[in-house]
């Protein structure tokens, strides 16, 4: 069920979007869609953090119409009942879509839609077929001004280019977390250093400033390229344009003839003599404007005598995988991770060229025939990557894969079943901590994290030796992770709440002894972390334990670990629930400066922190604070 990642959301009027999460993809399309048609869409698929039934209650308030995508699962979701029952209560609005073909639904669902009209949205062509009729019906509701219409960025389209303040191709654009673009030196005016909110000058939804400086919203870099590109274009074809070296004092006065591809700069020919003979600079690649035969054309500069060092290329082949191999980690590929981030400037774009590469690299294994166990291997060790970057769908993807090639290639070995099911049910296991709260997360995704806990289990009680203890412990502790989520659920009439509990304890304690024995003290402290799980919220044993772990994880990993990450936002949590607000935020900082370390700003676990850091009590907080140091 989606819910709000916002602590309150923005009074614009909206159509949100209620349903349950195996629709999801179909449902971005739709929100895409009515988002080009000029409406205003709430749907929040990525944090799942904070305070959710008052984001869920602040959602519908505001909507103008409630799009309802119904199924059985969205029957079954007691998420989606609270949901559709509120906006019922509140006279909302509410369009059916059936998501499932052939669908009946009955008993609450059956009651609240009585004999509404359905569209049809099962598949993506009948959503494309039904969309007319579902604008008809929404009308001007949750639509947006004229001028707040979203346009997304296109390939040749002059508008689309265009700063929507100054009307001039776009330099440095920043994007809001609207989605709306423009210049940096059109903000700065709108939203001095030091403010904490800007208010979009399209849409008026209002955002808070990152670090009280717009410069630090996130550049739009395909756009930037885009917009490049047509000048470049231009210039080369004879066109008028703007163009002005950016390396120099000369600026406008100086004529462009190449731009540098590694430090982005437009350069003149005296930026150019510099390229060339700079000790380091002379390794850039350079893209040359002949206007005189009218195109440009790449080239990588020769060293000087004096900066004689080899040349480096990265084929895919081997290279690639050389680096990664220097740099992957089966817990996290810390130093991995960070070279895609530096790769492109910390911007969130890293995460998806990264899959991509990874992808296109298992491809190409696949092409030159490699043997089928160094194919399993990597893509094991991508799927690990993956999880640890945030990618949980397409690691899950890659480790089915890996499954099914095991089972149908290699003869589907135990240990290396009991490999594979340890890390699909840990990237399970991620996927609801970055979700936070797992009574909104759909039932099925808890009963896979289970089932693949128990089949590794099965497989890991049979072996031996410590390395295999190691392993079963660690299964051990993931499969009471994974019953300590469905006791959030609620449980059912296959497994009762209580019943969970109890076998939730079971194995973890059985976990400690086990790490206990090995010495394995940082895994204690990961042990005592989901023990404490299991116990009330917010009462003194709990603090107990959190502490303990932390102790013991600052020993092992030092302060910045993902377990810290981990540990420090239970603290939080556990003053969050004591209503001690002023101890709460103190974790919450801390626990926001280990996660923007380990993972970037971008990633699941970093944007949680950021959520919850945005709310109206913790800013106010973090206000106070801010004008206490000043006066000390």
């Not at 670090?211 to 885009?226: A, S």
């Not at 490699?370 to 769908?393: C, H, M, P, S, W």
């Not at 296991?429 to 590794?456: F, G, T, W």
């Not at 013991?552 to 936002?569: F, K, N, Q, T």
């Amino acid at each position: 069920m989606a819910t709000s990642q916002n602590d309150k959301v923005s009074p614009t009027k909206h159509v949100m979007i209620s349903y349950q999460w195996d629709s999801q993809k179909r449902m971005i399309k739709l929100r895409d869609k009515l988002k080009a048609a000029g409406y205003n869409v709430w749907m929040d698929i990525n944090h799942m953090a904070g305070d959710t039934l008052a984001c869920m209650a602040d959602a519908v308030e505001n909507a103008d119409a409630i799009l309802m995508c119904v199924s059985k699962r969205y029957q079954d979701s007691k998420s989606c009942k609270k949901e559709a029952e509120y906006a019922f209560q509140k006279d909302k609005v509410i369009i059916p879509l059936k998501v499932e073909e052939n669908f009946q639904p009955t008993g609450w669902l059956g009651l609240l839609m009585g004999t509404a009209l359905y569209y049809q949205a099962h598949s993506d062509e009948m959503l494309d077929k039904t969309f007319s009729d579902v604008l008809k019906e929404l009308g001007d509701k949750g639509k947006m001004a004229k001028q707040e219409k979203w346009l997304p960025v296109q390939r040749g389209g002059s508008k689309a280019l265009q700063c929507p303040i100054c009307l001039l191709p776009f330099k440095n654009p920043k994007m809001l977390p609207c989605m709306h673009r423009f210049c940096e030196e059109c903000l700065v005016p709108l939203a001095p250093t030091g403010t904490k909110y800007i208010s979009c000058p399209l849409c008026r939804k209002e955002s808070s400033v990152p670090k009280g400086d717009v410069r630090q919203f996130p550049t739009d870099f395909h756009l930037k390229e885009l917009v490049e590109e047509e000048a470049s274009k231009q210039q080369l074809s004879g066109g008028e344009v703007e163009f002005s070296c950016t390396c120099c004092e000369m600026g406008k006065q100086s004529r462009v003839v190449a731009k540098c591809q590694d430090c982005k700069h437009y350069i003149c020919d005296s930026g150019l003599s510099a390229h060339k003979s700079d000790e380091k600079l002379c390794q850039h690649k350079l893209l040359l404007f002949d206007v005189a035969k009218g195109e440009n054309t790449e080239t990588k500069q020769k060293p000087t005598a004096k900066a004689e060092k080899p040349e480096i290329k990265l084929n895919m082949e081997t290279e690639w995988w050389g680096l990664f191999d220097a740099m992957y980690d089966d817990d996290h590929s810390i130093n991995l991770l960070r070279f895609w981030i530096q790769c492109y400037n910390g911007e969130s774009q890293w995460q998806d060229m990264m899959v991509n590469h990874y992808l296109s690299c298992l491809d190409e294994l696949k092409t030159q025939g490699n043997d089928q166990e160094t194919l399993a291997k990597r893509q094991q060790q991508i799927a690990t990557v993956f999880k640890q970057a945030g990618q949980y769908d397409k690691a899950i993807e890659l480790i089915e894969k890996a499954l099914d090639l095991e089972v149908k290639e290699l003869g589907g070995r135990p240990e290396r079943l009991g490999d594979l099911y340890f890390l699909i049910s840990d990237v399970y296991s991620e996927r609801l901590n970055s979700i936070a709260l797992a009574r909104n997360v759909d039932p099925d995704m808890v009963q896979q994290y289970i089932k693949h806990a128990r089949n590794c289990l099965n497989l890991r009680h049979k072996a031996k030796g410590d390395d295999q203890k190691f392993k079963l412990a660690s299964i051990l502790r993931s499969l009471s992770h994974a019953l300590r989520n469905w006791i959030d659920y609620g449980g059912d009439k296959t497994l009762s709440a209580q019943d969970a509990k109890t076998e939730s304890m079971k194995h973890i304690e059985e976990a400690i002894k086990l790490f206990t024995k090995l010495k394995a003290k940082g895994n204690v402290a990961k042990c005592i972390m989901t023990k404490s799980s299991l116990l009330e919220a917010g009462s003194e044993e709990k603090e107990k334990l959190l502490r303990k772990a932390l102790e013991m994880c600052d020993e092992v990993y030092g302060e910045v670990s993902r377990l810290s990450g981990m540990l420090l936002w239970c603290m939080y949590v556990l003053f969050h629930t004591r209503k001690d607000f002023y101890e709460a935020y103190k974790w919450l900082e801390k626990c926001s400066q280990v996660r923007t370390k380990l993972y970037g700003e971008h990633h699941l676990h970093s944007q949680m922190v950021y959520t919850e850091l945005n709310r109206s009590i913790y800013r106010e907080i973090a206000r106070k604070t801010k004008e206490a140091e000043q006066k000390s």
